[in-house]
């Protein structure tokens, strides 16, 4: 899969709706989940997901909302529901103990799933994650309060609004051709009301229920966090990694919140040394 022919070729009828999803590398390697944020899918991991895999057996997948996944009204999309579709992905593909790699909203998932729905990992690698209150921009948070009224932007308005806000991800900027890529899901008839779904739905008392919980995991945890994040400022990365025991804070420098594109050589080599580790 070249970068610009990524493309999920497998699907899961989940609880919260259709997940495309995918695996690359050899079968018998060890296996590794990523998860992606928000408003994002598993295209940002691209990069990463290819080195990794040519040593581990790397499962990628699109949040039900978001990405390749089915986008349809009504649908739960919220941080209990993806939890919940994490939990039944592991079961699907029969992995007992996977690495897990997540980033941003992803990271809230997995960390639901292990805490509430008992998922068990080998280690779990967290990349700017939503996971300390308080959380969400005050454009996210706008748009929470008001998304039926953004619902009736003109596509044009829409997709400007969606480029600027993507954009706003990443540090030194992102390439055009990349930036594309990420709105590109959002600009279609299901895709525009999917992205102010699932701005709706994020609620911080998912994060609530269980930030009180951290200090029991018990697995190796890395927090990865681009220092100049104005997403989620570095020091609630610092304060994540207090607050799990034994976890390794590992800042990365030059890099935004999309950590990913902004220095994904950086970030995949702390992974690697992460995730050799625990094998």
Sequence with gaps: MASDDWKLTRTFPSSSGTVRWDRLGPPDGPPVVLLHGTPFSSYVWRAVARSLARDHQVFVWDMPGYGASEKAAGQDVSLAAQGRVLTE????????EPLVVAHDFGGA???RAHLLHAARYRALALVDPVALAPWGSPFFRLVREHAEV???LPPALH???VREYVSSASSPGLHPAVLD???EPWLDDPGRPAFYRQIAQADQRHTDEIQGRYGEIGIPVLVCWGEDDTWIPVAKGRELAALVPGARFEPVTGAGHL???DAPAQLTAALLVFLQRQL
């Design 89 to 96: 992905l592991l079961g699907h593909w029969g992995l007992t």
């Design 109 to 111: 998932v997995a960390l």
């Design 150 to 152: 953004f619902e009736q």
């Design 159 to 161: 997709g400007a609004l």
């Design 181 to 183: 890529r990420l709105v």
């Design 259 to 261: 950590v990913q594109e």
